[in-house]
């Protein structure tokens, strides 16, 4: 409902801040439980990554909904990318391994061809190679960004952990930059993306992802000094912003608010996950070196 006073602006802002809070609480308590469970009792990451990739086709199932709304689709188009992904992935989790890259890029590859020969026979080339375009992008945006999330999991004893202080980092950048941007941000980053980013937003978001980076430093960098800690926080914020305004670019092109209606105070799976798909492969640049 359109608030009519000021007060109740500002009272209607509150309310959705503060459930914001409560549910962004309740994801890391969850998320903080999965770690546990995969560190303590099955003593490596597997509760964790299955979960990551059940997230992955739930972000796969989002991107392909979204994206029918400008490319006409065939029914079947999420059953067919979702076998793709599961086909690549199951083997990785069996085995206790990173899931393969290269694999990956040329399974998108292959599945791509496949659904534009056996689209194109019914109708035009035409209309048949947007629908594979799309399968493609949406495969490699959500399960191939994720990916890289997957390859910090697996990269040593401390994999979980540290990909849990990466989601942290991230994380806060959003939370930073929406408080702030909504009650004192004023100047317009990039109103034709997202109207409603500021740069005192996203330079709070910058700060507060350095900050929970420099606290995480045991966790993110195995007791790095603090310092080398912020600065690569400050970069992994950057990256979760350019995420974001992705993500949002995206839903401007297809012309909706929320990626989805998962949650009501955060929308979709695209929406919580935005931030995350870029500064997870930043995050492994950063961490490995390449």
Not at 86 to 95: D, E, G, H, I
Not at 166 to 171: D, G, L, N, Q, Y
Not at 187 to 192: D, E, S, T
Request: hydrophobic content about 55%.
């Amino acid at each position: 409902t359109p608030c009519r006073l000021p007060d109740q602006c500002e009272l209607s802002r509150f309310i959705s801040g503060g459930r914001r809070i409560l549910f962004g609480a309740l994801l890391i308590a969850v998320l903080a439980g999965l770690c546990w469970v995969d560190v303590s009792v099955l003593g490596r990451p597997l509760g964790s990554r299955i979960a990551l990739w059940l997230v992955a086709l739930g972000a796969l199932h989002e991107a392909l909904t979204l994206g029918a709304r400008r490319v006409e689709c065939n029914p079947g188009l999420f059953f067919f990318g979702a076998i793709v992904l599961v086909a690549v992935v199951t083997p990785s989790l069996l085995a206790g391994s990173p899931v393969n890259g290269s694999l990956f890029a040329a399974a998108v590859a292959v599945a791509a061809c496949v659904r534009l020969m056996g689209m194109a026979p019914h109708r035009s080339a035409a209309g048949a190679f947007p629908e594979a375009v799309l399968l493609a992008a949406a495969l490699l945006y959500t399960g191939g960004l994720l990916g890289f999330l997957d390859r910090i999991l697996v990269s040593g004893p401390g994999g979980v952990a540290t990909a849990f202080a990466v989601i942290a980092v991230s994380k806060s950048s959003d939370i930073a930059a929406y408080f702030v941007g909504t009650f004192v941000g004023r100047k317009r980053i990039a109103p034709a993306l997202s109207p409603k980013k500021t740069w005192e937003g996203t330079i709070a978001g910058i700060l507060a992802s350095a900050g929970v980076a420099a606290l995480l430093t045991q966790e993110l960098l195995g007791g790095a000094p603090p310092a080398l800690a912020a600065g690569i926080g400050a970069i992994l914020g950057a990256a979760s912003f350019l995420g974001d305004l992705v993500e949002s670019g995206f839903k401007r092109w297809v012309d909706v608010k929320d990626s989805g209606a998962l949650v009501p105070e955060f929308g979709g799976i695209l929406d919580m996950l935005d931030g995350i798909l870029v500064a997870a492969p930043v995050a492994v640049i950063c961490l490995h070196g390449a």
